[in-house]
């Protein structure tokens, strides 16, 4: 089964309690797709009322990492994916802007650890749920952001699924004048 990343965290931003999206609701939803940090500005822009936070985007732009497999005629596709939990705060609060980051944290947290339970869950089923199995664990990365939409902060996450063999990359003479 392939990841479903924009589903994945899509599902993560309705089941997780602090998050909450409901999907047609305006006060409520809190997921977004994002392409880049250009999109980020214009979704936060968006959001005028600090109750429509946390909340949650997945950025759609692909970035991977093509590799030989070794002697083998196979190649390796290594898929990096990035989301960010977004959090708000008035202008000059800092202690507030303090606490919502260890906030959003937990969160960071409270998401990696599902994604390492459903990828032990993948594991062990018959038929995989998440398309998790590949998750490298250790892969996660994160950053604290700020200085973007109207007081907003928050941290950037990414993580990596263990490269998978693309039987499609291979040099063909017919391919070629």
Same mark, same amino acid.
């Given at each position: 089964?392939?990841?479903?990343?924009?589903?994945?965290?899509?599902?993560?931003?309705? %089941?997780?309690?602090?998050?909450?999206?409901? %999907?047609?609701?305006?006060?409520?939803?809190?997921?977004?797709?994002?392409? +880049?940090?250009?999109?980020? %500005?214009?979704?936060?822009?968006?959001?005028?009322?600090? *109750?429509?936070?946390?909340?949650?985007?997945?950025?759609?732009?692909?970035? +991977?990492?093509?590799?030989?497999?070794?002697?083998?005629?196979?190649?390796?596709?290594?898929?990096?994916?990035?989301?960010?939990?977004?959090?708000?705060?008035?202008?000059?609060?800092?202690?507030?802007?303090?606490?919502?980051?260890?906030?959003?944290?937990?969160?960071?947290? *409270?998401?990696?650890?599902?994604?390492? *339970?459903? *990828?032990?869950?993948?594991?062990? +089923?018959?038929?995989?749920?998440? +398309?998790?199995?590949?998750?490298?664990?250790?892969?996660?990365?994160?950053?604290?952001?700020?200085?973007?939409?109207?007081?907003?902060?928050?941290?950037?996450?990414?993580?990596?699924?263990?490269?998978?063999?693309?039987?499609?990359?291979?040099?063909?003479?017919?391919?070629?004048?």
């Amino acid at each position: 089964m392939e990841f479903e990343f924009i589903e994945y965290m899509r599902n993560i931003a309705i %089941e997780l309690k602090t998050i909450s999206h409901k %999907e047609n609701s305006e006060m409520q939803k809190r997921f977004y797709r994002v392409s +880049g940090l250009n999109g980020i %500005e214009e979704v936060l822009n968006s959001l005028s009322d600090s *109750k429509m936070y946390p909340a949650l985007l997945a950025n759609d732009l692909e970035v +991977g990492k093509v590799g030989d497999s070794g002697p083998s005629e196979n190649y390796l596709n290594l898929q990096s994916h990035i989301f960010y939990i977004v959090g708000y705060v008035s202008s000059n609060d800092f202690n507030g802007k303090e606490q919502s980051l260890r906030e959003l944290k937990l969160m960071m947290y *409270k998401i990696i650890g599902k994604m390492r *339970k459903d *990828k032990r869950e993948d594991f062990q +089923g018959i038929i995989p749920r998440t +398309g998790l199995r590949n998750l490298d664990t250790r892969s996660f990365y994160y950053q604290v952001i700020s200085g973007f939409g109207e007081n907003c902060h928050g941290i950037m996450v990414s993580f990596d699924i263990s490269p998978v063999v693309e039987n499609e990359i291979k040099f063909n003479v017919s391919d070629w004048n």
